[in-house]
């Protein structure tokens, strides 16, 4: 069993930067594979990015890229979203998911969820 529980999130004005960290419980934590996902009123759920148990694999969204770095810290049982050059699109609450070793995009493949963090980018 993982808890998972996200900060970091606030209000940026566009071009900035925020850094999202999710704190996970369990012995365990460094067998899973780690996840972002967001979510803006109205939408689904999506993908932004993950990273593989080892940290060797990561995948971005084609709409982050560039932009975030997901990483983690295994001995302090973290993972972290660094989020740069910010835009008003990327308004959503984002969630951490966990699922044991492969990252994966397929949100529906996690097994763990945080409670989620607001993130709100002005013009």
């Known amino acids: 069993q993982v808890q998972l529980v996200e900060s970091g999130g606030g209000l940026v004005q566009a071009g900035g930067s925020l850094r999202l960290s999710c704190a996970a419980s369990g012995r365990t934590f460094s067998r899973y594979a780690m996840g972002w996902f967001r979510q803006a009123p109205g939408k689904e759920r999506e993908f932004a990015a993950t990273?593989?148990?080892?940290?060797?694999?990561?995948y971005y969204a084609d709409s982050v890229k560039g932009r975030f770095t997901i990483s983690r810290d295994n001995a302090k049982n973290t993972v972290y979203l660094q989020m740069n050059s910010l835009k008003p699109e990327d308004t959503a609450v984002y969630y951490c998911?966990?699922?044991?070793?492969?990252?994966?995009?397929?949100?529906?493949?996690?097994?763990?969820w945080g409670q989620g963090t607001q993130v709100t980018v002005s013009s």
């Open positions: 990273i593989s148990w080892t940290g060797n694999t990561t």
């Open positions: 998911a966990g699922r044991l070793y492969q990252a994966t995009r397929n949100r529906d493949e996690y097994n763990y």
